[in-house]
């Protein structure tokens, strides 16, 4: 019988099964195998963490195949990647080398600042950031498989996490309370298709799966995360940039389980050593604000 | 029929757990999350739902279920696990991470992520007559197969895959039901049915 890959149905069921789960950020084998083993549903494999891509600065590109290639053989969870947004070709080769799920990541230097990757070309799913509702919704109609709130990527401040799950859930809940005849203006508000805007507005939800990312540092902010909506998170910096990398994966772990258990995050805060130093957001100025990438 | 009064739980560390809870409602049955033992005691059936089998076996090890759910099996308790629950039914895996446990009950050999990475992973149309006269729509995910099957595992349903082999994808012995698929994101609540109506009673 017929067999169909890379529909939205095979795409979209992949982002159901890392539900609940941390998906962290890891630069080589050694942190991709301290992932797995602390249950992490899956790994960012790349070069830099945002943390150090700010600190260095220069273009931040696709990491080098052979540092995906070996991770893949490393660990048996899912290995994604970042392309730059708009660079289809970066998004060919990871294709090609069999990564599980690619991420046109803001984090990255962006390729292109008028189009994003078209996504229906592909057989293996995307997943984008997105700040609001219009935003999550454009993406998707391009073809991305699974949505992440960008928060602000390297700082360890949570606060622009928590903007965007507002955000987008105070939208989402907006639409469900229109008349279907304030639905068109709605789209056209938030420039986003009118059919995914109606199948919003009917659902109560995104028709995909909703991570959220970017600064998330600690246990309770991924439990907050969680009680905020979010089906799962990624976790960039906030772990390897720790003191205490072990530790704190599986602390992070547990909280995005037990996220509506105070007792269990609690427990899984204590003596995780020192957390990221991070950066407060509203000090960055405009021009380092990862965020406000994407069209 | 669903047996009256069957209390089903969805074990709900991690994966597509509400899928699960969806499908067994779309059944007439109002399924329980469970995380802790005072849940799964409360149950007389449980569903192992789809996800990443590593994180689930160690979320169920630090938080103290893990050896309760396979008393629980080992005792007759009806469950069904699909893809990450297959494996974690399997009596033996293979392509599994080192050292990775299973709760087990299942007298099968499953290798992890048979099918291949996600963009190998696809949909199809399968035919398993115990469970539906009707072709079954399978959605394969980074999914496993079985390999061996023992002498009292019933296979329900095989795929030939591109090595050419026709591999088990759903098999039940006694009261333990698994696939390699995942129907609970499908609108094609059969397997759930049968689940309920023939593995439960």
């Not at chain 2, 059944?27 to 569903?47: F, G, P």
Request: glycine content about 8%.
């Amino acid at each position: 019988m017929a067999q169909e890959s890379g529909t939205s149905r095979v795409k979209r069921g992949m982002a159901e099964m890392l539900k609940g789960g941390v998906i962290m950020d890891v630069v080589n084998v050694e942190q991709a195998k301290i992932a797995e083993d602390a249950g992490a549903v899956a790994v960012m494999a790349l070069e830099r963490v945002p943390a150090d891509i700010r600190a260095q600065g220069g273009v931040a590109r696709m990491s080098d195949p052979d540092m995906i290639a070996a991770i893949q053989a490393a660990v048996s969870i899912p290995v994604m990647a970042k392309a730059r947004i708009g660079h289809f070709v970066e998004a060919q080769i990871l294709q090609s080398l069999g990564v599980d799920y690619i991420d046109e990541s803001e984090v990255l230097t962006p390729t292109d600042y008028t189009n994003h990757i078209n996504k229906w070309d592909f057989t293996v799913p995307f997943v984008c950031g997105a700040t609001n509702l219009g935003e999550a919704l454009r993406r998707i109609n391009e073809g991305a498989a699974m949505i992440r709130s960008k928060g602000e990527a390297g700082t360890g401040d949570v606060s622009n996490a928590m903007t965007h799950m507002r955000q987008i859930g105070g939208e989402i809940r907006r639409l469900t309370s229109m008349r279907e005849d304030e639905l068109y203006v709605a789209a056209k508000e938030m420039q986003a298709p009118y059919d995914l805007v109606k199948e919003v507005a009917a659902n109560g939800k995104l028709p995909v799966v909703l991570f959220t990312a970017g600064g998330i540092a600690t246990p309770a902010d991924a439990a907050l995360m969680m009680q905020m909506g979010a089906d799962g998170v990624f976790i960039g910096s906030g772990i390897f940039k720790s003191g205490d990398p072990k530790r704190r994966a599986s602390a992070c772990v547990k909280a995005t389980t037990f996220f509506n258990d105070p007792k269990v995050v609690g427990d899984a805060s204590r003596g995780l050593g020192e957390a990221m130093v991070g950066i407060n957001v509203a000090d960055l100025p405009a021009p380092h604000r990862l965020s406000e990438r994407g069209w | 029929m669903v047996a009256k009064n069957l209390r089903v739980g969805v074990l709900a560390l991690q994966g597509d757990f509400r899928e699960h809870i969806e499908a067994l409602a779309n059944c007439q049955v109002d399924a329980i999350e469970v995380r802790r033992v005072k849940e799964l005691d409360s149950v007389d059936a449980l569903i192992i739902p789809g996800g990443e089998s590593t994180t689930i076996v160690s979320l169920a090890k630090t938080f103290e279920i893990f050896t309760p759910i396979k008393k629980r099996i080992a005792a007759g308790m009806p469950t069904y696990g699909s893809c990450a629950g297959m494996i974690m039914l399997a009596d033996h895996i293979v392509a599994a991470k080192e050292g990775q446990e299973t709760f087990g009950g299942l007298d099968i050999t499953v290798r992890r992520n048979a099918f291949g990475r996600q963009v190998d992973s696809f949909e199809t149309d399968i035919s398993a007559p115990a469970i539906s006269n009707a072709p079954i729509r399978a959605v394969f995910i980074r999914a496993p197969w079985v390999e061996n099957v023992g002498k009292n595992v019933e296979v329900l349903a095989s795929y030939e895959a591109s090595d050419g082999i026709s591999h088990a994808v759903a098999v039940r012995q006694d009261h333990l039901l698994a696939t390699a698929f995942h129907p609970e994101i499908t609108d094609d609540y059969s397997v759930h049915r049968y689940f309920l109506d023939k593995v439960c009673k």
